[in-house]
C-alpha cells in the first residue's frame, strides 16, 4: 500500500523562477546545501528525462539516493522518483511538483509523494519528506531575494 506526503504553500517568487530551480535536475545541492554531501550525474546527462543523478546524503541517512526524472510539462509540472533502494526509509518513492502563477512574484507549489515505509514508520518519513519541501521552498525564496539585492 502506498502512502502519500504532500506540502502545499504560496512561494514568493515568479513562477518561472522556481521552475528554472527546480527543472535544474542536476543543481539540487543548490536547493539543500547542508543536507547533500554530493551530487553525481549519469554519463550523458543533460537535464532530460530519463536522466539520473545519484544524491549522496549525510546523517541522519547516510548513503545514495538514485533519482530519475521522469517527465515534465514546461514551467507547470515536473515528476521524479527514486530507482532501486535507497538509504532512505522507504521504497517505491515517486513524487511531482505542480506550479501555478498566482501573481508575478507568487507561485502556488503542490508537491506531493507517495511511498512505501521501509524501516520507518509512515508518520516519520510523511514528516521527513514535507519538512525536505518546506526547506526547498523556503531556500528557493531566499535565493530569489538575494538575486534581487545583488
Known sequence: MSNEAKTKRVVNVPRQYFWNRLRAFGEIKTLLPDNIIEVKLSDGFSDSIGDV????????????????????????????????????????????????????????????????????????????LQSLYSLIFDNIEDQYKNSLSS
Not at 78 to 97: E, F, G, R, W
Open 53 to 128: 543523478r545519484s544524491v549522496y546524503l549525510g546523517d541522519p541517512y547516510p548513503g545514495e539516493v538514485i533519482e530519475r526524472l521522469d517527465g515534465y510539462e514546461e514551467g507547470l509540472s515536473l515528476t521524479y522518483s527514486i530507482v532501486d533502494k535507497s538509504c532512505l526509509p522507504m521504497l517505491n518513492y515517486v513524487a511531482c511538483v505542480n506550479l501555478k502563477e498566482i501573481s508575478p512574484n507568487e507561485t502556488d507549489v503542490n508537491w506531493c509523494s507517495h511511498f512505501v515505509p521501509d524501516g520507518a514508520t509512515e508518520d516519520e518519513i510523511t514528516e521527513l
